[in-house]
């Protein structure tokens, strides 16, 4: 081994692990605060307005208290992404084991709720972990050597879907579904709007349903795509989720979508596979980059989405 | 009132008919006094298989929350939530006529609520409202309202999260009344503004090329 890093330490790993769990549950991000702000400055409609009054105070509360700031708490999951230079204490099994064991304490110190049952037999371990529980999803970046520890808590058994389009169906068929998506799942506010909606276009099924909530996930709000043809698609459809006035809670209002992310792959020559899934109210995400020196740096933007991550040609 | 033209009514459970009758769609709910939770596994585990509640529900409250809290035990038999939120309530329709006939339920809390059919035929027939949560992430407020937890049963057989839990709430709100003793429902009648822009928005748009079954399902439908 050519590399001279020193090791990151597996407690130092639970530790963050620990911390940005917590804070996900807790604390709304700087971008959503901001996002749900101006969309109570901008409603129109009395109801609506009242309403996205409550979920300001609710984030307010949610901290002084450091209560969860919804009753649900979702499916914990991580984000990791390694930079190629990282080295871990005990490899990428210590640091999957601290990830495990920070879920489990978490949910007893902060009462999340045990979420995770098994699917047959509905038996709950009661703290959030079990076979494939929590996810947890890998992204490399050549040079660094620090690791950044993303938890997302995303809600609702409602929001994400997958189709089959094909070429011929353009722009026409994304619009389409993205509206079918929002009349299934907006209506009587199921899915929990206001949502950040993540569209996966191309790439394979699996892909798409992946990168769609990956992107409504990990980007910040108001973040454009840096393929113009792709951030223009974003303006369109986050102008389209809102023309159809479901509104917070569903309750008719102007903000259904706090914003719309959309990211690519490319994709089977014949085909055009879209899945879209929605972020909730409870915008739950926190971000944490451990280096080597025992440095944590919290930050607000996942920074997931990078150039390499992206990248299109070989290297 | 900062919620424009909704009325505001502070209520103490067990609610009373006269309370109950006052209250239409739309309007707006804050909750005193004891409530319980029961939705997949209490249902299961107390309408299907009959079995009998460990304690008197129907001496304690008539008001029932679809929720599971998240709470944990904080010491042997010593119960805490921090925060609290109900769940989708339409996959529980069919619970309906036997939890408000025999536990003499007035007030079911849930999320979205059901569809106006079963306000007609079963809530209005027992006198009974259906109220959902608001938000819908306000589990912070409304877990600041659960003063004390009263009890908590069918842990070992529900797990935790499906256990029966008996709280104490002070103000527990704001609730949004969505099904009235009249049969009304608030989304029905705001889902009517909405399926006219709907309908806009979709015209011009080619359909796809290859359907899926069920399509012929429109956008306006309501799903349960
Ligand atoms: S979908 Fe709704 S109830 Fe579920 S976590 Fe999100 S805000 Fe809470």
């Known amino acids: 081994m050519s590399t001279t890093s020193t090791a990151i330490s597996r407690e130092l790993i639970y530790q963050v692990a620990y911390e940005t769990n917590k804070r996900a549950a807790i604390v709304v991000p700087q971008d959503g605060l901001a996002a749900f702000g101006e969309a109570w400055e901008r409603e129109s409609k009395p109801l609506a307005h009242f309403i996205l009054g409550q979920i300001l105070e609710n984030a307010k509360l949610a901290v002084a208290d450091a209560r969860p700031m919804c009753g649900d708490t979702g499916l914990p999951r991580y984000y990791v992404k390694l930079g190629n230079e990282a080295r871990i204490d005990g490899g990428v099994v210590a640091l999957e084991r601290a990830l495990r064991q920070a879920v489990a304490d978490i949910t007893q110190d902060i009462q999340l709720r045990s979420n995770r049952v098994h699917p047959l037999t509905r038996r709950n371990p009661g703290n959030n972990t079990g076979v494939f529980a929590p996810n947890i999803d890998y992204s490399f970046e050549p040079g660094g050597d620090w690791i950044d520890i993303i938890a997302v808590h995303k809600g609702g058994l409602f929001g994400t879907d997958y189709r089959m389009l094909f070429p011929a169906d353009g722009t026409d068929g994304i619009k389409r579904f993205l509206l079918d998506n929002m009349a299934e799942f907006a209506r009587r506010g199921l899915s929990c709007p206001p949502v950040v909606v993540g569209v996966g276009l191309g790439g394979t099924k699996d892909q798409a349903v992946t990168l769609s909530k990956e992107a409504a996930c990990l980007r910040l709000i108001g973040d454009r795509h840096p393929d113009s043809e792709v951030a223009a698609l974003e303006e369109e459809l986050r102008h389209l989720a809102n023309q159809t006035g479901f509104g917070v809670m569903g309750v008719g209002g102007d903000t259904t979508a706090l914003d719309v992310h959309v990211e690519i792959a490319y994709t089977h020559t014949g085909g055009l596979p879209i899945a879209i899934s929605q972020f909730c109210t409870a915008y739950r995400r926190s971000v944490a980059r451990v280096f080597p020196s025992g440095e944590v740096e919290f930050r607000e933007d996942p920074q997931w989405f990078t150039p390499y991550y992206r990248r299109e040609g070989i290297e | 009132m900062s919620q424009g033209q909704n009325r505001e009514w502070e209520l103490t459970c067990p609610l009373v008919s006269s309370d109950i009758e006052k209250l239409a769609a739309g309007d707006l709910v ?44 904080v010491s042997p038999g010593e119960f805490e939530v921090a925060s609290l939120q109900a769940t989708a309530g339409f996959r529980y329709a069919q619970y309906m006529p036997q939890l408000l006939e025999e536990f003499g339920v007035k007030a079911v809390v849930g999320k979205a609520g059901m569809s106006e059919q079963v306000y007609q035929e079963v809530f209005r027939k027992h006198g009974a409202v259906c109220l959902t949560t608001m938000g819908y992430g306000l589990g912070a407020i409304y877990g600041r309202a659960i003063k004390k937890v009263l009890g908590v049963y069918w842990v070992e057989e529900l797990g935790i999260s499906e256990a029966l839990w008996t709280f104490e709430v002070d103000r527990l709100g704001p609730l949004l009344v969505e099904g009235d003793i009249h049969g009304n429902s608030f989304f029905a009648q705001v889902n009517d503004d909405i399926n006219r822009q709907l309908g806009a928005l979709y015209e011009g748009l080619k359909p796809p090329v290859y359907g899926r079954i069920g399509e012929e399902q429109k956008p306006e439908t309501e799903l349960f």
Do not use: C, F, K
């Open chain 2, 30 to 73: 804050y909750l005193s006094g004891p409530v319980y939770t029961a939705r997949d596994g209490v249902y299961q585990h107390m309408l299907i298989d009959g079995n009998a509640p460990p304690i008197d529900l129907q001496e304690l409250t008539n008001v029932s929350l679809q929720s599971s809290p998240a709470g944990v035990e």
